[in-house]
């Protein structure tokens, strides 16, 4: 098993002074107490991508994005490429969020050609997945996740998955460790049968409310190989005591 990976997805928040004030308190928290074997990263808005970058320069936190476009450069007025993303010192880009499949009408296939791009670029794609209330209510969600695989994940891919059941995410309901269980066990059954071998070296995250107080759990699961946290990776004590529950921190 590869080392779990925590990372803080800040989504739409974040002006200078209390991003700069959050990242050096997680960089304070973990000079404290060191979680030596947890990879660890945060993903701010574009607009913070360069300070927070310098922040980090030599911490051991990694910068993500969260989201890309999928050219490299040209004329796509208000977007960012891959390119521009790994020059601003980010190493992850989130892709495929609920957020901006809802929000942008995002669909699998823009979700893949961004993924190619980004993995072209040096970037390292954390791809979302998940099934809504109503799919989940109807059954539907083995065969949304399937599909979602199969339509989002370019062929030998080789990131990280990350599941998050839309009506887990800010809820405050966290899916029960019996369902995280069982559908990352779908997850990784899937990944194995539509990418043989590679797909049993990715990693899958658990994302949907999780919190200093479920993470241990969540984080102890079979399969599950690290968090994406939203809410609680804006509180530098939150997100800490998750990076800190994480096996081997
Ligand atoms: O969407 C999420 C992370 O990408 C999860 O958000 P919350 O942790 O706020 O539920």
């Known amino acids: 098993m590869s080392r779990p990976l925590v990372v803080g997805n800040w989504k739409m928040n974040g002006l200078r002074a209390d991003s700069a004030a959050r990242v050096n308190a997680l960089l304070d928290g973990l000079r404290e107490k060191p979680a030596a074997g947890v990879d660890v990263a945060i993903c701010p808005p574009f607009t913070q991508l360069a300070l ?44 495929g969020h609920s957020e901006r499949r809802r929000d942008h009408g995002e669909i699998d296939e823009t979700v893949r050609e961004k993924a190619v791009a980004a993995a072209k670029a040096g970037l390292t794609p954390i791809i979302c997945i998940g099934e809504t209330e109503d799919q989940r209510q109807s059954g539907e969600t083995e065969s949304v996740l399937g599909w979602q695989i199969k339509g989002s994940l370019p062929d030998g891919f080789t990131g990280v998955v990350a599941y998050e059941p839309v009506w887990a995410i800010g809820t405050g309901l966290a899916a029960t460790s019996e369902d995280i269980e069982a559908t990352v066990g779908f997850i990784r059954a899937e990944l194995v049968r539509q990418f043989n071998e590679s ?28 968090a994406l946290v939203g809410g609680a990776s804006l509180k530098p004590d939150a997100f800490l005591s998750i990076i800190h529950a994480a096996p081997g921190a």
């Open 52 to 95: 927070v970058g310098s922040q980090l320069e030599g911490a051991p936190v990694a910068l993500g994005a969260q989201d890309c476009h999928k050219a490299e450069r040209g004329a796509h007025t208000g977007d960012t490429s891959p390119e521009m993303l790994s020059d601003a010192g980010a190493s992850y880009v989130i892709l």
């Open 199 to 226: 797909g049993k070296t990715l990693r899958i995250l658990y994302g949907g409310s999780v919190d200093a107080g479920n993470a241990g759990s969540i984080l102890a699961i079979p399969n599950v190989g690290g």
